[in-house]
DNA sequence: CTTGACGTTGACGTAAACGTAAAGCATGAT
DNA sequence: ATCATGCTTTACGTTTACGTCAACGTCAAG
């Protein structure tokens, strides 16, 4: 079967949902990673009996985690970040330690940023000494 | 001792040297770590007798590997990227072809540069809603 | 000349992030 | 009914990036 599984004639007005091997494909990884990331508790689709279901949700979490990695955060830490989005924020407490946790993840962030932009800037100023190299040799 | 190694009377105009420990502890990472990256030829410190001496180019390459590792980079690769720094670029061809790494390296980090102003983007949104959600509750 | 302090080379250990079978269900198609 | 496909668990293997001894060299200071 190609395309979303609509289960037929049942839930039509429900979420839209995909099997593993769909959501590897998408991504571009193997079904034992996305298994491995569940192993791992980052994500937790549901199941249809024994198979995994996964909706929405479940593809928004695996997005951000392959985005975390491409940046380097380990999945434990990737894994506190995106819990951190769906962290009850009733009391005021909570959000109080949600914010702190906010400014932690934004540090780390900035670094980041400021890492990739000095590689660039770098990159850019030693493509510039090879076009002078070029230059002298024509 | 204290302080860069100056061998006393000898190399006063040569180049200032540092000792693993220097290097190590400026660095923030354990001597281990420094040998490893040695083991992989990231870097090749000179040897006065059987002790490593580094040079400014050492540390210069150090901080590339420690960027790199930052933005997610294996080692391996970290190694091909920082070696195009000094590859020779006598020829055409051989201009040419660090050129096409150039652009293929600026790909990489441009991903990069997505990734993290997505991600610094998005917890910014994510603080406003927090945000919002402790003046409700005032 | 012996003691530290620091440096060196193996060599094995380990944690993270999967890879790779192996072997068993489940279900639609023939 | 069986057969092929796709999904499941279990479990051991692999790669990367070091950690952690162990055992030895070396050199200035007491």
Chains 1, 2 share one sequence.
Not at 1 to 17: H, L
Not at 75 to 86: A, K, N, Q, V, Y
């Amino acid at each position: 079967m190609i395309g979303p599984m609509t289960s037929a004639a049942a839930t039509r007005t429900s979420e839209q949902t995909w099997t593993i091997a769909q959501v590897a494909e998408e991504f571009g990884v193997t079904h034992r990673t996305v298994r491995h990331y569940e192993d791992l508790g980052l994500i937790s689709p549901e199941r249809r009996g024994t198979q995994r279901v996964y909706r929405r949700r479940d593809r928004t979490r695996l997005g951000l985690i392959l985005r975390g990695k491409r940046l380097g955060f380990p999945l434990e830490e990737i894994r506190t970040i995106i819990d951190l989005f769906d962290a009850p924020r009733g009391r005021r407490t909570q959000l109080e330690y949600v914010l702190g946790q906010i400014d932690e993840r934004r540090a780390d962030l900035d670094q980041r940023l400021k890492d990739v932009q000095d590689a660039i800037a770098e990159l850019g100023e030693f493509e510039r000494r090879c076009r002078e190299d070029l230059d002298r040799l024509a």
